[in-house]
């Protein structure tokens, strides 16, 4: 089992940044593939982004290419996501998840944070 925590959401203002964090515990966080999704009022989960084990590769929805960030600590047994010019589309619950496999996190990954809420203001 992997647990996950997520934090640093909240309510902003468009054109504003925000970092999320995901913490982890319980088996080892490093053999891990990570991920952002985001779940929007009345909309479907989405896929936001992802990172291999090593961080050496990471994968873009195309709505946050080139604003959002995700990285990776293994030492903290965290990962992060920046966010970067923040739209009011951007608005949602984002949710953390982690997958043994790079490709299986982009859609269906193992295990799930509970999510954390980030409100943009136009």
């Known amino acids: 089992q992997v647990q996950l925590v997520e934090s640093g959401g909240g309510l902003v203002q468009t054109g504003d940044s925000l970092r999320l964090s995901c913490a982890a515990s319980g088996r080892t966080f490093s053999n891990y593939a990570m991920g952002w999704f985001r779940q929007a009022p009345g909309k479907e989960r989405e896929f936001v982004a992802s990172i291999t084990w090593s961080g050496g590769s990471t994968y873009y929805a195309d709505s946050v290419k080139g604003r959002f960030t995700i990285s990776r600590d293994n030492a903290k047994i965290t990962v992060y996501l920046q966010m970067n010019s923040l739209k009011p589309e951007d608005t949602a619950i984002y949710y953390c998840?982690?997958?043994?496999?790079?490709?299986?996190?982009?859609?269906?990954?193992?295990?799930w944070g509970q999510g954390t809420q980030v409100t943009v203001s136009s």
């Open positions: 998840a982690a997958s043994s496999s790079a490709i299986r996190v982009r859609s269906t990954p193992a295990y």
